[in-house]
């Protein structure tokens, strides 16, 4: 293909000259290919279809599949492909019933958010110093906080586990045994630590394209320095900050590892959803069709997210992975 | 506002101070630039200590003692670099044996007898290579259909990145489900090809491509939304210019694209390189660790596996940050001169 003297041909297509110039008499397959090369730019839209086409079915028959699983009754569960074997659109309330699934939901939606406001606030300070502000040491304090993010999660885990199981007699009005095992918080914590470099990055990012114009405007009109930040800079970066909790919310709903390993596994010890769709392969008999459910409902929040936020979860990740 | 005139002439907000008469809020505003940064980081720092700083210099301690499974402390006296030594050496004592040779057929290279760190190494390293190695590939893919207009762009979209937001469970019990003999096309398929076992997710080799396909199903969208960043800050015009030039589409690529998303490309692998070689979540939920071992796996159950060998747990998980930080230095030193490259 790399043959580079090739010159003609590609000229005539970028004049925009219509394919149909000489009348011969072709056959359709030879007035196709004459076509292609007289205008070359009609065989990359076919192309680029075909690609598309084929990048849809990768990505979405997962989830068709599964949600053919989903609907077949248990017992007919051989040969699904692309119709289910029965119609039984039941298993999406017995999730439910067989276990308290909506539990471990609920349970995934208070971590996500808790992390979420941890990493937003936190991360705004932080964010704030980063690009508004000129300190000593501004790099290598970045530097530290993306190291953070390159760390295997097993490496912090060990000491963690030790501490969330330590009894602290302060604690035990609140968590009854006084360990944070089994708690929100056994997630909470290391999560936002976690997820918190990301959200620096993105904010980080925001919040030093704001004019410094403004800010002096506040100050001089008679603001506190928290109060600037709060009334001008926040306020004007809001899609930053929205894009930083959405990534963030995202990334504390899909985690597994401390969501795996900081609770016993019991609904009522918040256990997150994770544990809820391992719970079908367990201790009861293996209901895969409750399973495939299960997962389609589990999927249900976060493709929400992904169809509102798709501008800000792509502006996000480009922002916190390439501008620094 | 009576107080705009002061304020303006002498750069001082003491009305506001005194109105409040905060002595917190006072203190602030009188901080330098230098310390209030320092005041805002205070927050963000204290939490990474307590979680990551800590722990990690905590877990490299650990690593240093000697496992201890009677009484109630799991570690017992100092006893240096012996932990890594045993786990190189393959001394160290895990519960169970780690890649079931007998049960099935495993990868050529790595028999029973290598020591399970080295499996665990190979298995991770692997994985991490040839994951991204596809997502690449798929992510430039899918990037250049991002990239080009359409009617129904925005749903195409959506459609491409969902699954990179797909909790790890689910990503896992997807496959799962789609391997498992009595409920998925997989394993059939795959079979009449010659390919795989008839019980896939129990043969560490089919194992391990399964979780390499959910893997490239899940994350390719990631490397894709970073590259088409990196295609969509491109300059047109020089596609122009190059077809008067004359020059052919792969010349284009090779010329004009692939330098000027490079930057965004090494950022885009060394960030999936980093998430490969964590990988455990996908792993346990699709066909267990016993099955595909990874180096994560090897802590979890060193820890949780019968016998409560922290000390070799902590050797293992300190030597994982090892390998990724050799990962990480081996990029910067092969990318350091790339225009606008990472870092």
New interface residues.
């Given amino acids: 293909m790399t043959d580079g003297g090739q010159t003609t041909g590609t000229e005539r297509s970028g004049a925009l000259i219509d394919g149909d110039d000489a009348e011969l008499d072709r056959g359709p397959f030879q007035q196709w290919v004459a076509d292609s090369i007289s205008s070359p730019e009609r065989v990359y839209r076919a192309m680029f279809y075909v690609a598309a086409i084929f990048f849809l079915f990768t990505t979405l028959f997962p989830f068709y599949w599964l949600l053919m699983v989903a609907l077949t009754p248990e017992g007919q569960l051989q040969d699904i492909l692309f119709t289910p074997n029965g119609f039984n659109p039941g298993a999406f309330v017995e999730v439910f019933q067989v276990i308290p699934f909506h539990r471990y939901m609920f349970n995934s939606f208070v971590i996500a958010l808790g992390s979420t406001i941890v990493v937003l606030v936190v991360g705004s300070l932080a964010g704030y110093a980063f690009g508004r502000l000129r300190f000593r040491g501004r790099t290598p304090l970045m530097l530290l906080v993306l190291i953070i993010s390159f760390f295997p999660p097993a490496a912090f885990f060990i000491p963690l586990n030790d501490l969330f199981n330590t009894q602290f007699f302060f604690l035990e009005p609140i968590t009854g045994d006084g360990t944070l095992y089994n708690t929100p918080f056994a997630m909470v914590t290391p999560l936002s630590a976690i997820f918190m470099p990301l959200a620096i990055f993105i904010l980080t990012t925001f919040y030093s394209q704001i004019p410094d114009g403004l800010e002096d405007a506040a100050r001089v009109e008679g603001t506190t320095r928290l109060g600037a930040l709060f009334r001008v800079i926040i306020p004007l970066s809001a899609p930053g900050v929205a894009t930083a909790g959405v990534l963030t919310f995202i990334a504390v709903y899909n985690e597994f590892f401390f969501s795996f390993l900081m609770t016993d596994g019991q609904p009522q010890n918040w256990a997150p959803i994770l544990e809820g769709i391992l719970a079908y392969q367990g201790q009861y008999e293996v209901l895969y069709h409750l399973m495939a459910a299960a997962s389609i409902i589990g999927v249900i929040p976060v493709a929400i997210l992904v169809i509102v936020a798709q501008e800000k979860i792509v502006s996000g990740l480009t922002a916190g992975a390439l501008k620094e | 506002?009576a107080?705009?005139t002061d304020?303006?002439i002498g750069?001082e907000?003491e009305?506001?101070h005194d109105r409040?008469g905060n002595a917190v809020?006072n203190w602030?505003?009188n901080l330098s630039?230098?310390a209030?940064?320092?005041l805002?980081?205070l927050?963000?720092?204290a939490?990474?200590t307590?979680?990551?700083f800590?722990?990690?210099i905590?877990?490299f301690i650990?690593s240093l003692r000697a496992d201890q499974t009677r009484g109630l402390d799991p570690l017992g006296g100092f006893v240096g670099v012996e932990n890594y030594v045993d786990i190189l050496t393959g001394n160290a004592r895990l519960a169970r044996q780690f890649l079931d040779v007998s049960l099935s057929g495993s990868f050529p290279f790595v028999e029973l007898g290598v020591p399970f760190f080295q499996q665990a190494l190979f298995v991770t390293l692997a994985f991490a290579i040839i994951s991204v190695f596809f997502e690449t590939i798929i992510g430039f893919?899918?990037a250049?259909?991002l990239d080009?207009d359409?009617r129904g762009r925005?749903w195409?979209?959506?459609?491409?990145?969902?699954?990179w937001?797909?909790?790890?469970?689910?990503q896992g019990?997807?496959?799962?489900?789609?391997f498992?003999p009595?409920?998925g096309?997989g394993t059939n398929i795959m079979q009449q090809l010659g390919i795989f076992s008839a019980a896939p997710l129990a043969n560490s080799r089919d194992a391990f491509i399964i979780i390499l396909v959910a893997d490239i199903?899940k994350s390719s969208?990631?490397m894709a939304?970073?590259i088409?960043?990196?295609l969509q800050s491109v300059d047109r015009s020089l596609y122009d210019v190059a077809?008067?030039a004359?020059a052919?589409?792969?010349?284009r690529f090779k010329m004009i694209t692939l330098p000027l998303v490079l930057?965004?490309l090494l950022?885009?692998m060394l960030?999936r390189t980093?998430d490969a070689?964590?990988v455990?979540?996908?792993i346990?939920?699709t066909a267990g660790c016993t099955t595909v071992p990874s180096?994560?796996c090897l802590?979890?159950e060193a820890?949780?596996g019968g016998t409560r060998i922290?000390a070799t747990?902590?050797a293992?998980?300190?030597a994982?940050?090892l390998v990724?930080?050799l990962i990480?230095g081996v990029y910067v030193l092969l990318f350091r001169d790339t225009e606008g490259g990472p870092y």
């Fill in positions: 506002m107080a705009d304020t303006l750069g907000t009305t506001e409040t809020v602030m505003e630039e230098e209030y940064a320092y805002l980081l927050p963000a720092f939490l990474l307590l979680i990551a800590y722990p990690l905590s877990t650990m893919g899918q250049y259909v080009q359409f925005r195409v979209r959506v459609a491409i990145i969902l699954p937001a797909v909790p790890i469970v689910i019990m997807i496959f799962f489900l789609i498992q009595e409920v096309f199903w969208a990631f939304l970073l088409l960043a990196g077809r008067v004359g052919s589409p792969w010349q930057p965004a950022v885009a960030f980093m070689m964590r455990f979540g996908l346990e939920s180096l994560t802590v979890v820890m949780f922290f747990a902590a293992v998980a300190f994982t940050a990724i930080g990480i």
